[in-house]
C-alpha cells in the first residue's frame, strides 16, 4: 500500500477495493472519474448543481491539507479508475467533521458507498472526532437510509428545507 492511511475493503458483493489517500498527480484521475458520475449517485454536496468539475476544483481536491481534510480515492480491481472518493472535512475545533462521498456510475448497489462511508467514519474516529455529519438532499431516499443503516441519525437542516443533516455520535460507536 502506498502510506499509513491506505487500505483493501471487500464489498458485500465481493469487489475488492483499494483505498488510498488522494495525490496531486491524481488529477487526470479525478476529472475521469467525474465524468462518470451522474446527479443519482451519491455526490460531493459542493458540486451538487455542477455539470462539469473546473480545473481548479480538481486541484483544490487534490491538494487537500491533510491536518484539516483527507480525500480518500477507492480504486476497483487492479484498475487505476477511481471507482469512489470520500473527503472527511475537519471543524476548526478538530471535534466535528463532514463527509462527502461519490461512487461512480457503473459502481453503484455494489456496496462501496457502504464501505467508504464506513472507512470514512473509522478515520474520524481515529483523529478524535466525536460527531460525524452529511449534508444530504431530502430526496436522496437511497444515501440517507445508507447512512441511517450504519448509525446516523437525520435531523432537519435549520436553514434550507430541501436538505436534511445526517449525523453520528463516534463516542457510541
Do not use: C
Not at 77 to 100: H, L, Q
Request: net charge negative; no cysteine.
Amino acid at each position: 500500500m502506498d502510506d499509513d492511511l491506505s487500505t483493501a475493503l471487500v464489498t458485500h458483493t465481493g469487489l475488492m477495493l483499494h483505498v488510498r489517500t488522494v495525490k496531486p498527480e491524481d488529477e487526470p484521475l479525478l476529472a475521469d472519474f467525474f465524468r462518470h458520475v451522474t446527479p443519482e449517485d451519491l455526490r460531493f454536496r459542493f458540486l451538487g448543481g455542477v455539470r462539469e468539475v473546473s480545473h481548479e476544483r480538481l486541484l483544490a481536491m487534490t491538494q487537500v491539507d491533510h491536518v484539516t481534510a483527507e480525500h480518500f480515492l477507492a480504486f476497483a480491481g487492479g484498475s487505476d479508475a477511481i471507482v469512489a472518493a470520500a473527503m472527511v472535512a475537519f471543524d476548526p475545533s478538530m471535534t466535528k467533521a463532514e463527509v462527502a462521498i461519490s461512487v461512480r456510475a457503473d459502481d453503484r448497489h455494489k456496496g462501496v458507498g457502504w464501505e467508504m462511508l464506513r472507512h470514512a467514519a473509522h478515520y474520524a474516529q481515529s483523529r478524535g472526532v466525536s460527531t460525524l455529519e452529511s449534508l444530504e438532499s431530502r430526496e436522496n431516499h437511497e444515501v440517507i437510509e445508507l447512512e441511517r443503516e450504519q448509525g446516523f441519525v437525520a435531523v432537519p437542516y435549520p436553514d434550507d428545507p430541501t436538505l436534511i443533516l445526517i449525523r453520528k455520535d463516534l463516542r457510541s460507536a
